[in-house]
């Protein structure tokens, strides 16, 4: 296999939640010269969007989820210690959570790792947060940007209440937005600061709100 060929495989065995091969593949791709942020945005996050894609169609349910979920840390661990190693110029400290009634963590965790390997300060509050816990970690680490993820419908309604709480208490903290039923619009629609469709635009996102 040459390297886009191991790199589309990489991606079907994440989605196919194959843990044994999944972190073969990331070792072939780091031994032909790709870098770890590069297997990441190429395999790991295309990947993962396509499991939520499966899980919002009803092709895939909890059990599968958690199949990719497994195969993509499997990865992740490879590639980790790579990734903090080679972090970038930007700093900030960014509070990231999923809104509360969600416990869907893939694509958060995806977020935290791309922008930890960014060169990032994540503070990881993990699922089901409410809205003052986002805001209370904003202030108790003086975060630069506050980051909220929600994979249904039901959950994302609470991201217009933690930018309405943010600016009710002043806190300087920009808000980013993301998750599958999210859109640019609807971040518009809330006063969110910004909004990445996936991990790479979220970590650029975070960028241009750092320079901002």
């Not at 295309?46 to 195969?71: C, D, H, N, T």
């Not at 930018?163 to 969110?192: N, W």
């Not at 991990?199 to 241009?208: C, I, L, P, T």
Request: charged share 25%; net charge negative; proline share 3%.
């Amino acid at each position: 296999m040459n390297q886009s060929e191991t790199v589309s495989s990489l991606v079907q065995v994440i989605i196919a939640g194959n843990r044994k091969a999944a972190p073969e593949l990331a070792k072939k791709l780091l031994q032909s010269g790709m870098d770890a942020y590069e297997i990441v945005t190429a395999a790991c996050s295309p990947a993962m969007e396509r499991v939520g894609e499966l899980y919002q169609e009803e092709e895939y349910f909890v059990p599968e989820i958690l199949m990719s979920a497994k195969a993509f840390e499997a990865v992740m661990e490879i590639l980790k210690p790579l990734l903090l190693e080679a972090q970038g110029q930007y700093s900030g400290t960014v509070i990231l959570g999923v809104c509360e009634g969600d416990i869907h963590t893939i694509g958060k965790n995806l977020v935290a790792t791309m922008l930890e390997a960014a060169g990032f300060k994540v503070i990881d509050l993990g699922k089901d947060v409410p809205v003052d816990r986002f805001i209370d970690s904003a202030v108790e680490y003086d975060a630069d940007i506050i980051g909220a993820s929600a994979l249904m419908t039901t959950s994302m309604i609470a991201m217009e209440d933690i930018v309405d709480r943010a600016k009710t208490k002043g806190i300087r903290s920009k808000i980013m937005v993301g998750g599958g039923p999210v859109t640019q619009s609807y971040a518009d629609s809330i006063g969110a600061d910004g909004y990445g469709k996936d991990a790479k635009e979220a970590v650029d996102v975070a960028k241009r709100l750092m320079e901002g």
